[in-house]
């Protein structure tokens, strides 16, 4: 059975720095990994989106990594700002089309 | 183009009543997800309906049923709501093969007293 795990639960750090949050997976059957932001009380927006066969993408100053035989992902922040301020899961498709998820880690970035 | 839309947006209901809640996916997509998230958790997976079938169903009681309609919109259906039913709901859609990715609703936050 597919398990995800995000570590940190919660971070907080000075606005400015770059950081890293952790997604790792138990099985390495996945069709593709997908990053996630939540914000209080809200609905999902989908930050990246690696397919099993890429090793990385990047959005903005945004970049995921996929290294499926380790089971591990990495969410990099660059120079994070106040406005990052949310909770970020990470989610696997596996071979029946669900999406298994994390717990997530929130974010708090101090101005 | 609009993305996906979930209604109502909040809901309050009485334990033991019934409760509908609707999403319509994004143009072009056949796959409608139903995913529960409780407060401080990751979602957990409810259904998934691909052409108006069910394709996938996750762990949760028959109390929970759902289908799509030929536009490809769905229903979640939830009888005999209990206290633990409190949740957003979110509704996802998806392109019909493996490489898509998932664009979700805002979801229903729904509320049992």
């Known amino acids: 059975k597919q398990e995800v795990t995000q570590i940190p639960a919660a971070l907080s750090v000075p606005e400015g720095e770059n950081l890293v949050l952790n997604c790792s997976f138990t099985d390495s059957a996945i069709y593709n990994l997908q990053w996630f932001r939540q914000d209080p009380g809200k609905g999902l927006t989908s930050l990246l989106l690696i397919q099993s066969s890429q090793r990385e993408q990047t959005s903005g100053r945004l970049n995921a990594s996929l290294d499926k035989s380790s089971g591990r992902s990495t969410l990099y922040i660059a120079a994070s700002q106040p406005g990052d301020s949310a909770t970020y899961l990470c989610?696997?498709?596996?071979?029946?089309?669900?999406?298994?998820w994390g717990a997530g880690t929130k974010l708090i970035i101090k101005p | 183009d609009a993305g996906v839309t979930q209604s109502p947006t909040h809901l309050i209901k009485t334990r033991g009543q019934h409760v509908t809640l609707r999403c319509s996916p994004i143009s072009g997509h056949k796959s409608v997800s139903w995913y529960q998230q409780v407060l401080g958790q990751g979602p957990q997976f409810i259904f998934q309906y691909y052409e108006k079938e069910e394709r996938g169903r996750g762990n949760f009681p028959d109390r929970f049923s759902a289908r799509q309609f030929p536009n490809y919109s769905s229903e979640l259906n939830v009888n005999a709501l209990l206290l633990g039913d409190s949740a957003l709901y979110l509704c996802?859609?998806?392109?019909?093969?493996?490489?898509?990715?998932?664009?979700f609703g805002s979801g229903t936050r729904l509320t049992v007293v």
């Open positions: 996802a859609s998806s392109s019909p093969t493996a490489l898509g990715g998932y664009t």
């Open positions: 989610a696997v498709r596996d071979s029946n089309y669900q999406l298994i």
